[in-house]
């Protein structure tokens, strides 16, 4: 992977970014500021005044064809240690460090460290031997008091997300302690509960329409589009627009996104909003496929297992990193399709994360549930162990594709925002290892070493 090296002088952003189909939209550098200024008042342009010279734009350069994903090396029977230590990553670390250079200075509501944080030992939990992964420092433990003492009473006080017995469950999830691993440079406790809000209303509409209290593929569709209508709200006739809006109020997970996306909103610019909704839908879509195979009693082949995984995955809370942290990605660069292919990989990946910590969980629950090890033992007639250790390699395959795919956007566009906003989908990804390896209180690991 090239190191992009330093970010480039302010006079050559507009260049970098042109080569990703954008032009500044009259906006100049501000495109890439992270800061939306109010412009002053125009003066009035007499009728006679002869119309500016037209600016040359400077031609699109197409992208690079997308490569395969890369294999990483596969993990052996007797489960080595973890990967990630000490291997040189020369771009993905310049990456990690975000932008800096002349200009940069006012990307950051805080100021960025100037080296990344030692790693701290994590309060309970082991890694998955063999898993690809980054070790992240302790969270901030004032940060994560204050947002799990504001995360719990919007839960109770505001929304009346779940009932009294639940409460243990809910404070085991350890959503403060999630949302501060996983974005770090958020600005304010107020930023982080942006992201916080809209994680714990995903995990409510999860938990009460498809899996643990109460949920069934049994028509999941009408549900998830009458909750989606809480983020994309419905544009119908005066007559029936009130019972769409009581409707909003009538269960829990409804509630909650309703109220999420109206704090979401007022940090938000109308584009993220719309990308937001976007990778919801596209949420909703893999709920539903799984759905589908469970009414069936459908084991998917493992590429249609990835595939659906592909949507019902942790992409919305990555793509949303540059409004926690207080800045926009300008929507033509997010669009770009290799951004969009960092961001398929980095959910794809944590998802599979996921897949393997919620392993024996899953496993003791009734019914069968679908995770990647159970459909490579499955459909490849594998043992469990091998199944899972498989699962694993696949999952180190996604992170070295993501990383390398990070690393060459960042040198092929080092526009401030992009190395900023590929910070911290990166950092999102160490976060989310971290929040799953250390809540022992939902996970345990499978006995296979």
Same mark, same amino acid.
């Given at each position: ?56 734009? #400077?031609?699109?350069? &197409?992208?690079?064809?997308?490569? =395969?994903?890369?294999?990483?090396? /596969? *993990? !052996?029977?007797?489960? +080595? @240690? ?36 030692? #790693?701290?030992?994590? &309060?309970?939990?082991?890694?998955? =031997?063999?898993?690809?992964?980054? /070790? *992240? !420092?302790?969270?901030? +433990? @004032? ?40 974005? &770090? ?265």
């Amino acid at each position: 992977m090239p190191d992009p090296g330093p970010s480039p002088l302010r006079s050559s952003l507009p260049g970098a970014a042109a080569r990703f189909g954008t032009h500044g939209h009259g906006r100049g550098i501000e495109a890439f500021g992270g800061v939306r200024p109010t412009p002053p008042e125009a003066a009035p342009v007499p009728p006679e005044a002869p119309a500016p010279p037209a600016v040359p734009v #400077p031609p699109v350069v &197409p992208l690079p064809p997308v490569v =395969p994903i890369r294999p990483a090396a /596969p *993990v !052996a029977p007797d489960g +080595p @240690a973890p990967a990630a230590a000490g291997a040189p990553r020369p771009a993905l670390d310049r990456i990690l460090r975000g932008p800096s250079g002349l200009g940069t200075a006012g990307l950051y509501l805080t100021r960025p460290r100037e080296e990344p944080p030692a #790693p701290a030992d994590p &309060p309970a939990g082991i890694p998955i =031997p063999g898993l690809y992964h980054h /070790p *992240v !420092a302790e969270p901030d +433990p @004032a940060r994560v008091e204050e947002v799990s003492r504001r995360i719990k009473a919007w839960a109770v006080d505001e929304v009346e997300l779940f009932p009294p017995d639940w409460e243990d469950q809910f404070d085991g999830f350890s959503l403060g302690r999630y949302m501060v691993a996983c974005h &770090p440079d958020a600005p304010t406790v107020d930023h982080l509960m942006i992201a916080t809000r809209l994680m714990a209303a995903e995990n409510a509409v999860d938990d009460y329409y498809c899996e643990d209290h109460g949920g069934s593929p049994i028509g999941l569709g009408g549900r998830l589009l009458l909750a989606h209508t809480a983020l994309d709200p419905l544009h119908t006739t005066a007559e029936y627009q009130p019972d769409w809006a009581r409707s909003l109020q009538s269960d829990a997970p409804r509630r909650a996104y309703r109220s999420a996306m109206e704090y979401f909103l007022q940090e938000a610019t109308p584009s993220q909003a719309d990308r937001y909704r976007h990778d919801m839908a596209r949420l909703h879509l893999g709920y539903l496929a799984e759905a589908s195979w469970a009414e069936t009693e459908y084991v998917p082949e493992v590429w249609e297992y990835l595939s659906m995984r592909q949507f019902n995955n942790f992409r919305p809370c990555p793509t949303i990193t540059d409004t926690v942290g207080g800045y926009e990605l300008p929507a033509d660069l997010h669009a770009q399709p290799a951004m969009q292919r960092v961001l398929a990989l980095a959910g794809n990946a944590t998802t599979i994360v996921n897949d393997l910590y919620s392993y024996t969980k899953e496993l003791a629950s009734p019914g069968t549930h679908l995770n990647l090890p159970v459909v490579i033992a499955e459909r490849e007639d594998r043992s469990v162990r091998d199944a899972y250790l498989k699962a694993v390699e696949v999952h180190n395959d996604l992170m070295h594709a993501f990383e390398a795919e990070a690393a060459d956007l960042a040198a092929a566009c080092p526009v401030p925002n992009v190395l900023r906003f590929l910070r911290g989908v990166a950092v999102w990804v160490d976060g989310n290892h971290y929040w799953h390896r250390t809540n022992t209180y939902r996970y345990s690991l499978p006995d296979f070493w």
